[in-house]
T-cell receptor, first 112, second 113 residues
Framework: GENVGLHLPTLSVQEGDNSIINCAYSNSASDYFIWYKQESGKGPQFIIDIRSNMDKRQGQRVTVLLNKTVKHLSLQIAATQPGDSAVYFCAEMSGSARQLTFGSGTQLTVLP | DGGITQSPKYLFRKEGQNVTLSCEQNLNHDAMYWYRQDPGQGLRLIYYSQIVNDFQKGDIAEGYSVSREKKESFPLTVTSAQKNPTAFYLC????????????FGPGTRLLVL
């Protein structure tokens, strides 16, 4: 039968605008978080990470914010470019096994 | 050129056949992982290995097997017991210990004939 995939949340932004991608994580014991970017047909690419003892971390054009009170993570991309179009995943890690649990992703589309 | 390589890029499986996906890394990472990705979904952990000659089941290990005889290599076999093998398979590695960041290979797309 036909394989119907899930519809990802989508975000469309104009080139040059700032993007904010949100992620609600599930485990209050998670102590490490990563944002990945995945282009179509490729493996995920590491963007930025943050530990639970921080609430903000900045990289080149990207900022990750962590709100442990409401279990919320966000990725801010400044001056969004066409090359930023991709699916963005957040991942959380907890426990002694140190396994990553991935969210379902957000499709970012940059409009010219 | 350091990194993680996966081969082949596309793999076709006939019903009842076992197929093996290759994953090699030259990053000197201790830990390696296999994930499955279905359309429009996140990654699910199949197996992982923290050190040579040791591996653990992930969340969806049924129908899969692995080996870790060398630090650089972590092949995944999709057995005939896996009834829905069509997916994008991703291999990752991390330094290990307290260094948890996982870096991914380019993936192998498995299709059933």
């Amino acid at each position: 039968g036909e394989n119907v995939g899930l519809h990802l949340p989508t975000l469309s932004v104009q080139e040059g605008d700032n993007s904010i991608i949100n992620c609600a994580y599930s485990n209050s014991a998670s102590d490490y978080f990563i944002w990945y970017k995945q282009e179509s047909g490729k493996g995920p690419q590491f963007i930025i990470d943050i530990r639970s003892n921080m609430d903000k971390r900045q990289g080149q054009r990207v900022t990750v914010l962590l709100n442990k009170t409401v279990k919320h993570l966000s990725l801010q991309i400044a001056a969004t470019q066409p090359g930023d179009s991709a699916v963005y995943f957040c991942a959380e890690m907890s426990g002694s096994a140190r396994q990553l649990t991935f969210g379902s992703g957000t499709q970012l589309t940059v409009l010219p | 050129d350091g990194g993680i390589t996966q081969s082949p890029k596309y793999l076709f499986r006939k019903e009842g056949q076992n197929v093996t996906l290759s994953c090699e890394q030259n990053l000197n990472h201790d830990a390696m992982y296999w994930y499955r990705q279905d359309p429009g979904q996140g990654l699910r952990l199949i197996y992982y290995s923290q050190i040579v000659n040791d591996f653990q089941k992930g969340d969806i290990a049924e129908g899969y097997s692995v080996s870790r005889e060398k630090k650089e290599s972590f092949p995944l076999t999709v057995t005939s017991a896996q009834k829905n093998p069509t997916a994008f398979y991703l291999c990752a590695s991390s330094i290990g210990g307290n260094q948890e960041t996982q870096y991914f290979g380019p993936g192998t797309r498995l299709l059933v004939l």
